[in-house]
């Protein structure tokens, strides 16, 4: 476990280094974030946050982020294993590239139901203590089907195909809280820097606004990195204990 956790931070700064034009893309993405935001005064003080926080263009690009954040796995699945080529991980190939924009466009969907759709719950009909509880009931849900499904997403970055939601279940069982864990260390930390270096800037003095804002942009580039690392190196010792490949090619994964 330590040696995958620390194979998910090694492979981030290695493909920060390798392919800068591609970490960059959500790092840019969140720098125009943080511009909308300190326009509209977020960075103003408390009060300032408070009244910037549903500012619609700022969750315009707030959605621009949460896609921006995706943009990169595809590349940095591949290079993770592909035992670090950046020469065969960025390349865009077929049918891995257009499997994976399948799944895109479906986050994609998701991710803008969450910020700008109804909610389930108010569909359902339903209001109140009522509400919320099954809301946080689907989203505890959605998680743990998720983590089933991390070998489809892996497996169809690498352009295989037979691997589906179904046989993604069949080879993650037995492998849910190992995954669950390696989400939680690649994720969490940097999820805690983020916010620590937000808050910060609403509460520093001016100053010290675009340096802690820039710092932030790098850890959002470095996050979407390690999110994609830790379920690439989750679905790869689930399909290993399973003895499947996730490449069409087996010679092609490590």
């Not at 005064?41 to 910037?52: E, L, P, Q, R, V």
């Not at 994976?100 to 569909?123: D, H, K, M, R």
Request: net charge neutral; charged share 10%; with cysteine.
């Amino acid at each position: 476990m330590k040696t995958d956790i620390a194979s998910i931070y090694r492979s981030a700064w290695a493909f920060a280094f390798a392919c800068p034009l591609l970490f960059l893309i959500p790092v840019l993405v969140e720098l125009a974030q943080h511009v909308v935001e300190w326009q509209g005064g977020m960075y103003d003080g408390i009060a300032g946050a408070k009244a910037a926080e549903a500012d619609p263009l700022r969750l315009q690009f707030g959605f621009a982020k949460t896609l921006a954040l995706l943009l990169p796995g595809y590349w940095f699945t591949r290079y993770v294993l592909f035992d670090r080529d950046a020469t065969r991980a960025a390349r865009i190939e077929w049918p891995a590239i257009g499997l994976w924009l399948i799944l895109f466009a479906l986050n994609g969907v998701q991710q803008w139901w969450s910020l700008f759709g109804p909610s389930f719950t108010g569909l359902m009909g339903l209001t109140g203590t009522t509400a919320q509880w099954t809301g946080y009931a689907l989203a505890f849900l959605a998680g743990i089907v998720g983590i089933y499904f991390t070998a489809w997403a892996v497996a169809w970055s690498l352009g295989n195909a037979s691997i589906g939601p179904l046989r993604s279940a069949r080879i993650m069982t037995g492998h849910f809280w190992r995954t669950v864990l390696l989400t939680i260390a690649g994720v969490l930390p940097l999820m805690i820097a983020h916010y620590a270096l937000s808050f910060g800037a609403i509460f520093a003095p001016a100053i010290l606004d675009w340096p802690l804002l820039l710092i932030d942009a790098l850890v959002v580039g470095m996050l979407a990195l390690t999110m994609a690392g830790s379920s690439a190196i989750a679905a790869r010792h689930a399909a290993n204990a399973k003895a499947v490949s996730l490449s069409p090619d087996p010679t092609q994964a490590s």
